[in-house]
């Protein structure tokens, strides 16, 4: 039996809701069911009565209820005090942050905070956007940073977990330019010479908010996508290599404008390529008794004033 599927388990039963909870704990609904079914097999006894609508707990589903918050919270306390013993464990915030975000913002991000906050001693754990939510919500950091845009929403209960935001990002396309610091290659195209296009693997979430910028767009863009990759950072490096347009985060590339390495692919009347997100701090409420590492509370601490003050 794993721990998840008692956290999704109580997300059912508070959701009263299959495909609510799916999206809670960042799981599609199929894999969300297959993990309750395991659950039932383990206990061996149904622990949801699917006969009925909303989602209803069995009476062994709700001794179950009540025993795994029992369990999930002793659990969390439990780590928490193995994570005491080291005094140096109290110092050190764990941070859970998207590829593209560890490389581009968290890097400069810290140096603003060391020169606002104070000395801060950091742990980035590098993931995909999906497994960087799945850390905060099994309790493995202390503080998610994500993008967020309202077309694509990180599914976090408000009732769980508290939010600030950081500051914002600007996603456009980008492209080499040529000897006379002109694009190599100009959007939008045309439907019989499309350009190559570097683009986001499948589900990658700069990928879909990239997808919705191209999809709002008031002219045709013609596209033939060469490349794909999960991160940003490898887009950027084939770009520069003039294989073709990519969309990227501004902070990943300033570098690169400022040197004329990259130019923008959009002429200056072709309006609607780009779009601005914002960057967001997500860290799990206190709950019962367990407090915060002294370290991580201080610092949201400050990320709320700084947010309270504008």
């Known amino acids: 039996m794993e721990t998840k599927w008692l956290e999704d388990f109580v997300s059912l039963a508070e959701t009263r809701s299959f495909s609510r909870s799916a999206q809670l704990r960042h799981v599609t609904q199929p894999a969300f069911s297959r993990r309750i079914q395991a659950l039932e097999a383990w206990a061996g006894t149904d622990l949801v009565d699917r006969?009925?609508?909303?989602?209803?707990?069995?009476?062994a589903g709700e001794t179950l209820y009540s025993q795994s918050l029992e369990m999930l919270q002793a659990l969390q306390s439990t780590r928490a005090m193995l994570r005491g013993?080291?005094?140096?464990?109290?110092?050190?915030?764990?941070?859970?942050?998207?590829?593209?975000?560890?490389f581009t913002f968290?890097?400069?991000?810290?140096?603003?905070?060391?020169?606002?906050?104070?000395?801060?001693?950091?742990?980035?754990?590098a993931l995909?956007?999906?497994?960087?939510?799945?850390?905060?919500?099994?309790?493995?950091?202390?503080?998610?940073?994500?993008?967020?845009?309202?077309?694509?929403?990180?599914?976090?209960?408000?009732?769980?977990?508290?939010?600030?935001?950081?500051?914002?990002?600007?996603?456009?396309?980008?492209?080499?330019?040529?000897?006379?610091?002109?694009?190599?290659?100009?959007?939008?195209?045309?439907?019989g010479q499309p350009l190559p296009y570097l683009g986001y693997a499948p589900g990658a979430y700069l990928g879909r908010v990239t997808d919705l910028i191209l999809k709002q767009s008031g002219t045709a863009i013609h596209l033939d996508r060469v490349y794909e990759t999960d991160m940003a950072e490898g887009l950027k490096v084939m770009?520069?290599?003039?294989?073709?347009?990519?969309?990227?985060?501004?902070?990943?590339?300033?570098?690169?404008?400022?040197?004329?390495?990259?130019?923008?692919?959009?002429?200056?009347?072709?309006?609607?390529l780009d779009l601005v997100m914002d960057v967001r701090a997500y860290r799990q409420k206190p709950?019962?008794?367990?407090?915060?590492?002294?370290?991580?509370?201080?610092?949201?601490?400050?990320?709320?004033?700084?947010?309270?003050a504008g």
């Open 51 to 59: 006969s009925s609508y909303p989602t209803r707990l069995t009476p």
């Open 85 to 102: 013993h080291s005094s140096a464990g109290q110092d050190v915030i764990e941070f859970a942050v998207p590829h593209t975000l560890a």
């Open 106 to 125: 968290f890097p400069a991000w810290v140096s603003s905070l060391r020169e606002k906050f104070g000395p801060i001693k950091s742990r980035l754990i």
């Open 128 to 191: 995909n956007v999906h497994d960087a939510v799945m850390r905060l919500v099994e309790g493995g950091c202390d503080v998610l940073i994500a993008y967020h845009h309202a077309s694509q929403p990180l599914q976090l209960d408000a009732e769980r977990y508290e939010m600030v935001t950081l500051g914002q990002e600007v996603l456009a396309p980008y492209v080499k330019a040529d000897a006379d610091g002109a694009p190599l290659f100009r959007l939008p195209g045309r439907a």
């Open 239 to 272: 770009a520069l290599e003039g294989h073709g347009i990519a969309f990227l985060p501004l902070s990943a590339v300033k570098k690169e404008l400022r040197a004329r390495k990259l130019v923008s692919a959009a002429p200056p009347d072709l309006k609607g």
């Open 287 to 308: 709950l019962g008794k367990e407090a915060p590492r002294r370290a991580a509370q201080a610092l949201w601490d400050f990320l709320q004033a700084q947010t309270r």
